[in-house]
């Protein structure tokens, strides 16, 4: 696509469908067949549906600025800067990190911003740690019977700079993890629960909406509980097997959140065939249309259950949920729907885990 006229048949391709194997592959071919991407950039200035705009994006991330002269790169650079910090979409948010990223221009921070979603949109925010959440509108995870609400999903794994704020003293192994913008590692369950309520006071929510309680000897250890409505409650926590399912496929019904390709699986995924053998910087890869990275692939994430499905308490015995992967994971083990379980007092080098909360609706 060199010239606008030559991509009249190609637009309404980059259109979200369930199925997005096709989109995806147009993504990532608009970005290597040297595309104009001025041609990409315009499209993206006029074109008014919000998945159409999210994969131009995508595809302007893989086209090279260079080709543009530094009166048409300036123009197109402030567009992106202004997508990322002033579009509500958390998709557009993170696609356009994404593609000033692979431009090698620098991300200023974001500050908090707790902005509130527009009813029956997504939308996203900034909590005071510095980090950004994708909130899903009306959630129903757990099928038509269960309740509707809205989902905050961290749009990465919690990373070892972040965590090293809750504990300063947490042992990294620098073969496999190099940098302190990789997810943190040997994470148990019971820390990340403790993770989520240290969170939860940094953020200033109220001790009656923290999710997890310590044990008898005030430790998140071996009998600690968690609160029974705590779908109800807005402290941060672990997300459900659910809700991270939700999450991941983010409304594809397919293999993999880009469709089923494998041969594209390396731009979504940090997994075996790529990772060199240990973890890499979060948001590295592609994001979903939801705008989440590295759902597959990169660290196994504890989600909240238990397995089988019993709430409370929570007991070295009872055997809980991860999903997504690692980087040393086959494809097989990144799929959206695969499931491993394991003891929420083990720690491992690939196990680390994102944050979830419910927050209020404007939708009531």
Request: aromatic content about 10%; glycine content about 6%; overall charge negative.
């Amino acid at each position: 696509v060199q010239q606008p006229g030559q991509a009249d048949d190609v637009w309404p391709q980059l259109k979200f469908t369930p199925t997005p194997s096709l989109r995806s592959y147009l993504v990532f071919q608009l970005g290597k067949l040297r595309t104009d991407p001025l041609v990409l950039a315009k499209r993206l200035r006029s074109e008014t549906d919000e998945s159409v705009r999210r994969a131009l994006l995508q595809a302007l991330g893989g086209t090279d600025p260079d080709r543009l002269l530094p009166l048409e790169r300036a123009p197109v650079v402030e567009h992106l800067q202004s997508l990322r910090t002033s579009d509500p979409d958390p998709g557009i948010h993170s696609a356009a990190s994404w593609t000033l990223r692979q431009w090698g221009v620098p991300l200023p921070e974001v500050p908090r911003n707790e902005r509130p979603r527009q009813p029956g949109l997504p939308g996203w925010y900034v909590n005071g740690q510095g980090q950004t959440f994708a909130v899903l509108p009306n959630v129903q995870p757990s099928g038509p019977k269960g309740p509707n609400y809205d989902l905050a999903v961290a749009c990465h794994e919690v990373t070892v700079s972040e965590f090293h704020r809750f504990r300063h003293d947490h042992v990294v192994y620098r073969e496999m993890v190099p940098s302190d913008d990789c997810p943190v590692h040997r994470v148990t369950w019971y820390v990340a629960a403790e993770y989520c309520n240290w969170l939860s006071a940094q953020e200033g929510i109220p001790a009656e909406q923290w999710i997890y309680l310590p044990n008898d000897q005030q430790r998140f250890a071996d009998g600690m509980r968690i609160k029974d409505d705590f779908l109800n409650l807005t402290g941060y926590r672990l997300p459900t097997e659910a809700e991270w399912e939700y999450a991941c496929r983010a409304g594809t019904a397919t293999s993999y959140q880009h469709g089923e390709p494998l041969a594209l699986l390396d731009r979504y995924a940090m997994y075996v065939l790529n990772a060199a053998g240990h973890s890499h910087p979060v948001e590295s890869l592609l994001p979903s249309e939801f705008g989440l990275f590295d759902m597959h692939g990169n660290a196994w994430e504890w989600a909240h259950d238990v397995a089988p499905d019993t709430l409370t308490p929570v007991l070295d015995k009872d055997a809980r949920i991860l999903r997504g992967g690692s980087f040393s994971a086959n494809p097989s083990l990144v799929l959206s729907s695969y499931r491993l379980d394991n003891k929420p007092d083990f720690e491992h080098i690939r196990f680390g885990f994102r944050v979830a909360r419910r927050r209020p609706s404007p939708d009531g």
